[in-house]
């Protein structure tokens, strides 16, 4: 099984870490990793581009099969290895479509997240906006306020409910992200509470980002 399966990643990406959880979650310890840089471009290298024709992390391979989109990846072990680990989507229908709901919701946070990361990386000096980015700030704001109130509507202290779902897995490495980039533990008490109580979840426990290990968060979201 997980010797047969082979991962490569860069530390401190929300996609990359999504799958990192997913196979400790599902018990699959022993599988086969490559830690890459971004800084280095060794997501553009002739073995990343073999698997992912994108350039992309993370790739993921098992077997003959390859799947280098981080949710179809997640999905993939869930599907593969539904009776082995936490069981990450309900049979139950309502709580199944919340967790289906909160985990596509997700990408959303993510993208929102992004833009706003990669603004002046994405957007020649000279096109730069301080309207334009202040929007996308703007953006992101509303976008975190909406999860802090799905957090204060649904008891349990997870996304979805009382049990660690698939939507955790998706999305606690983007609150993360946001947390380490300065985000408001005040501003956002419940978000901050998730954070922290998930930080010392097995799974996540064991995936924490090396690179975070060693180095020191931001403040590029205190105004968020």
């Given at each position: 099984m997980a010797k047969d399966m082979t991962l490569w990643w860069a530390s401190g990406s929300p996609p990359c870490w999504r799958v990192l959880i997913a196979l400790e979650e599902k018990n699959l310890q022993g599988y086969?990793?490559?830690?890459?840089?971004?800084?280095k471009g060794e997501h553009k290298s002739k073995e990343v581009t073999d698997v992912n024709p994108r350039g992309q992390l993370p790739a993921f391979k098992y077997g003959d099969i390859v799947i280098n989109e981080s949710y179809g990846a997640c999905f993939f072990l869930e599907c593969e290895y539904k009776s082995q680990g936490t069981k990450l989507i309900p049979e139950n229908s309502s709580e199944k479509a919340l967790v289906l709901q909160r985990t596509f919701e997700g990408n959303t946070l993510h993208q929102k997240m992004v833009d706003v990361f990669m603004y002046n990386r994405r957007v020649p000096e000279n096109e730069r906006h301080e309207s334009a980015f202040k929007?996308?700030?703007e953006t992101l704001t509303g976008e975190v306020q909406m999860w802090e109130g799905y957090l204060q509507k649904t008891p349990g202290g997870f996304l979805a409910g009382k049990n660690f779902s698939m939507a955790d897995v998706i999305?606690?490495?983007?609150?993360a992200l946001l947390f380490r980039m300065g985000l408001s533990d005040k501003r956002y008490p419940k978000l901050s509470e998730y954070h922290k109580?998930?930080?010392?979840?097995?799974?996540?426990?064991a995936t924490w980002p090396p690179l975070w290990k060693d180095t020191p968060g931001q403040d590029f979201l205190?105004?968020?």
């Open positions: 086969n990793q490559k830690l890459l840089s971004f800084q929007r996308l700030k999305v606690y490495p983007s609150v109580n998930l930080k010392d979840r097995p799974s996540i426990k205190k105004d968020i």
